[in-house]
């Protein structure tokens, strides 16, 4: 049930302040500091039980599950995708990444490149970047009117109410790096020739507009942060800890799920096979 996921980590829409999270916290969910060698075996150990799960996932083929990955630029989603969901059988599971809307796209409404994405039964999905762009990036460059933007909230939240109806199981997760680990990252990437090509110039412009992001990602957390399709903010500076908060956080969801397979065919013990 819904109203069982897991609270650790999870942004509570009624108390929620983005300036108080620590961006280097390492309290598990017992809320005592993890070290590093317990939490990199535990993610290990939680990758086995997803492998699992998401073989009853599919072998079950009822139900999907749709992980959606926001952050600000060098805050670890690709990492985050590899570590965790790079364990799975890739028959099951896809990301996809939203960049800059095309033409056609642009066209239409927001969610219509997006609807087309979520999972079909018995798989997972991986977002990276979402229909939250149009309240991050779209918001803070002003995009479109306020008048437009301020009403997606309450379109998003509905939106992922009739995913959850219908069987998706929706995880959203925010990787909160710090202004200063984004500086270090960002530097590695121009000091390494083989990672030249992550460099975006306009990512530097961006980074000034630090503080307006920070909002949005408040007030969109806050916004939409429900019981059908709760928030995690995940403090990432520390990747070994982002990676086990985010595969410890989906696990509970599998779990919860409490999934069968299917009933065999009827007679499958009498069988024998000349
Ligand atoms: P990257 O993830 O580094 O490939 O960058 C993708 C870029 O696409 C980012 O700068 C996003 O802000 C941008 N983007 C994604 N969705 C939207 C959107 N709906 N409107 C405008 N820009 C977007
Ligand atoms: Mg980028």
Request: charged fraction near 35%.
């Amino acid at each position: 049930m819904a109203s069982e996921y897991p609270k650790w980590l999870r942004v509570d829409p009624d108390d929620f302040d983005l300036s108080k999270l620590d961006p280097r916290d390492r309290r598990g969910p017992d809320g005592e500091k993890i070290e590093r060698e317990v939490a990199e075996a535990k993610h290990l150990e939680n990758l086995e039980e997803l492998k699992h799960l998401q073989y009853l996932l599919y072998a079950e083929s009822k139900r999907s599950v749709l992980v959606v990955l926001q952050a600000t630029d060098t805050g670890g989603k690709d990492g985050a995708i590899r570590k965790t969901f790079g364990a799975l059988n890739p028959a099951g599971v896809t990301v996809h990444p939203f960049g800059k809307p095309s033409e056609e796209e642009l066209a239409h409404d927001y969610l219509w490149r997006i609807h087309h994405h979520t999972p079909q039964d018995g798989h997972i999905t991986i977002f990276n970047r979402s229909h939250y762009e149009d309240v991050l990036v779209v918001r803070v460059h002003d995009l479109v009117p306020k008048g437009v933007w301020s009403k997606r909230y309450k379109h998003i939240r509905n939106f992922e109410e009739m995913l959850y109806d219908e069987g998706t199981t929706v995880i959203k997760f925010f990787l909160n790096i710090s202004k200063d680990e984004q500086k270090e990252r960002l530097q590695a990437r121009l000091d390494d020739p083989e990672r030249h090509w992550k460099f975006n110039v306009g990512d530097l412009a961006e980074r000034e507009l630090w503080d307006d992001y920070r909002e949005a990602f408040e007030v969109a957390m806050k916004e939409t942060s429900t019981d059908c399709a709760p928030w995690y903010a995940i403090p990432a500076d520390r990747k070994w800890f982002r990676n086990y908060a985010i595969s410890t956080i989906v696990l509970e969801h599998l779990r919860s799920l409490d999934m069968k397979y299917p009933e065999p065919e009827e007679g499958l013990d009498d069988i024998v096979i000349e």
